[in-house]
């Protein structure tokens, strides 16, 4: 074990190689590059022996890595925002042909205009597309949801991707635990996958779906999102148990007595978390949840830390045009419609396109959200920092 | 009609896990025409075998090309692809 | 004084232009801070990169876990490391009252007094001549980690000679040449009143 700086991209490119990763396909994109950089290094000077695939695409990236996790290989891929978006279609193949790729994306914000900066728009576009979505709020924490996103992937056989933000971590260098090689070995050890493609068996793959079986194929992977919770907790527990550092589906601060709260996802949870120290020295009762793994989403979690909390902020770093609410906000407020204490839900939006949210915008929230209980009902969307 | 399997009976990834589970579909009742094979013609060349839609052209020991009629729905392709006329497509019955 | 076993966070901006190598000085100071023991975040404010361009650049540091992920607009510690750069007026927006700045400039710090009035301490070190020295080109950012150690003891020499032989491949031993002559060689002007 020791303890290094490193960036978020570098922390996401050493997770891989620790564990041991048979093949590599990538594409560079900022932010991601460095991540496909360092790894490149790690398999052209020996330290990792993995096949690093060039493609010319992210579509070529994720489709090489769904053949290649066909065959039972451990498989790795990054990217970020258009390169992510090129990615869709193969996505939902990936999902559907249960392959346990794990893909680190490096949120930004898609076009148009051309923006190479942080925002959650580039994973909600991909939501819906079976892949279990990870969160993390510092380099360790991507280091960590890498290392477990293999295991989580090749215990319910499907995707996973870890979102950390871009620049704000990927770019960012802080204190990294590295644990030592032989204990991640221990955590990840090479799995032999079952109904994988060899020459000694024969499978056909990629075959029709007609209607009198598309549906119960689709179910199928419905049933495995929804029933990897249990397993996706096992495995954070037991890298608790190894590794001393547990996430739990949602991180939950000073909410023991907080009436008035604000859930938030990725790296700007820091930032209200230093927000909610100001104010509770001010004598506010405030505090944050911030998501961690986003699907399958944590409903019951959710809803046993946010009943009965008199006004809650959800803050929304992705925009859902002409939609109800924006995407973090829906999924909450589905989540506690069922509930007779549900508490008042204020939607923000903040921080597209890489703004920066200062502590001044996190106290307006938390003011907000505060006057808005006071007012009985919520508002619109209140669009942060944007100007008139 | 057979039933169809539910959703937890199916193997899971869209997988057809038996391999060669296209020998269960016998097409030969969509037959009207059957290939007939002249082996003096053949020249050996293999396009009725590239070219047929059901993988039913069997090769011969001596390089020559048969057909194996559970398989072949008499589309007619291999006489087509033939550029000897070593096909003829004959009626059935 | 700033001391190296700080109390509070500390936050440094650093200016630069692309090329000289700003990010990596942020860099290098926090992998330092880091390697002390302390905790430290470095980033930068990126945008279309180019050679010559001025580029923003950013250091935290503190005993405990930074937890706060916003950029910096009140630093306590301003380091420039272009000469052109410290002869703006820019550099010192939202310079903390009782801050430090470190400048690369050949002229004594007593003449930059007036223009920063916040900063309790102004340093100077010509960090261009002393980069062209020992590296052969202008590229100052370890020149000016030098003079930022001497003008704060944010974190040991050592320790940032430590980061630069194991992070630069090529010339580290020019590169600690050159944060040892710029310690050696810094200027500093302490404003009275000032504790």
Redesign the interface.
């Known amino acids: 074990m020791k303890r290094v700086g490193l960036s978020g991209n570098y922390a996401v490119a050493y997770a891989a190689k620790m564990a041991d990763v048979d093949l590599i396909a990538a594409y560079p994109i900022t932010p991601q590059t460095p991540i496909v950089e360092k790894l490149s290094e790690f398999v052209a000077n020996g330290e990792l022996e993995a096949e690093y695939i060039n493609v010319e695409s992210e579509h070529s990236a994720l489709s090489a890595c769904v053949g290649a996790s066909l065959t039972g290989a451990r498989v790795f891929t990054a990217t970020s925002s258009q390169g992510l978006a090129y990615m869709h279609e193969v996505l939902f193949m990936a999902s559907g042909l249960r392959t346990p790729i794990v893909m680190a994306n490096v949120n930004r914000a898609l076009s148009t205009p051309l923006n190479i900066w942080n925002d959650h728009s580039d994973a909600m576009a991909e939501r819906d597309s079976g892949w279990i979505q990870l969160w993390v709020t510092s380099a360790q924490e991507a280091f960590d949801a890498t290392l477990e996103a293999f295991k989580i992937a090749e215990e319910v056989l499907l995707p996973v991707m870890v979102n950390l933000d871009g620049f704000i971590l990927s770019h960012t260098y802080e204190p990294v635990v590295l644990p030592d090689e032989s204990l991640v070995r221990e955590f990840v050890p090479p799995k032999p996958m079952l109904n994988r493609v060899s020459p000694k068996f024969a499978y056909s793959i990629g075959v029709v779906g007609p209607p009198e079986i598309y549906y119960e194929m689709k179910y199928q992977v419905v049933d495995a999102i929804e029933n990897s919770r249990h397993k996706i907790k096992e495995i954070d527990k037991e890298f608790g148990n190894k590794f001393g550092r547990e996430y739990k589906f949602v991180n939950e601060y000073m909410m023991e007595d907080a009436d008035y709260a604000l859930v938030t996802m990725g790296a700007l949870t820091g930032t209200a978390k230093v927000v909610v120290n100001a104010l509770r020295k001010e004598g506010e009762k405030v505090g944050v949840v911030s998501i961690r793994c986003f699907r399958p989403f944590p409903k019951e979690d959710l809803v046993a830390l946010l009943e009965g909390v008199k006004g809650v902020g959800v803050m929304d770093r992705a925009v859902m045009p002409g939609g109800p609410s924006n995407p973090l906000f829906a999924d909450i407020a589905t989540a506690l419609y069922g509930s007779s204490r549900r508490p008042l839900l204020q939607n923000f939006v903040a921080g597209l396109g890489g703004r920066d949210v200062s502590v001044e915008e996190f106290k307006a929230m938390f003011g907000l959200v505060k006057d808005v209980v006071r007012e009985g009902r919520p508002r619109s969307c209140i669009y942060v920092g944007l100007r008139e | 009609m057979r039933k169809l399997k539910g959703w937890k009976e199916i193997p899971i990834g869209a997988m057809i896990v038996e391999p060669g589970s296209s020998v269960e579909f016998e097409v030969s009742s969509w037959r009207t025409f059957k290939p007939v094979f002249d082996k003096k013609k053949c020249t050996k060349c293999g396009m009725c075998w590239i070219f047929c839609p059901e993988g039913a052209i069997n090769l011969n020991k001596d390089g020559t090309y048969d057909v194996n009629l559970s398989f072949c729905k008499g589309c007619g392709i291999c006489q087509r692809a033939c550029a000897v006329k070593a096909i003829t497509m004959v009626k059935e019955g | 004084m700033v001391q190296s076993g700080c109390k509070k966070m500390l936050e440094i901006r650093w200016h630069g232009r692309g090329g000289q190598g700003s990010v990596t000085a942020?860099?290098i100071l926090?992998?330092a801070a880091?390697?002390e023991?302390k905790?430290?975040?470095?980033?930068?404010a990126?945008g279309p990169e180019r050679r010559g361009a001025p580029v923003l650049a950013f250091t935290r540091i503190d005993d405990n876990e930074?937890?706060?992920?916003?950029?910096i607009?009140e630093p306590d510690i301003v380091v420039v490391l272009d000469h052109h750069l410290s002869e703006g007026d820019d550099v010192g927006e939202g310079l903390k009252n009782g801050g430090i700045i470190v400048l690369n400039s050949t002229y004594p710090p007593e003449k930059y007094a007036k223009k920063f009035p916040n900063a309790r301490r102004v340093a100077t070190v010509d960090a261009t001549g002393i980069a062209i020295k020992e590296l052969g080109t202008p590229v100052t950012n370890t020149a000016i980690l030098g003079a930022l150690v001497k003008a704060t003891g944010i974190v040991k020499l050592e320790s940032v000679e430590e980061v630069i032989r194991e992070r630069i491949k090529t010339h580290s031993e020019k590169n600690v040449a050159a944060v040892r002559s710029a310690f050696a060689e810094t200027k500093i002007f302490d404003r009275e009143g000032h504790e």
């Open positions: 942020a860099e926090a992998t880091i390697n023991g905790y430290s975040q470095a980033f930068a990126f930074i937890l706060l992920r916003t950029q607009y």
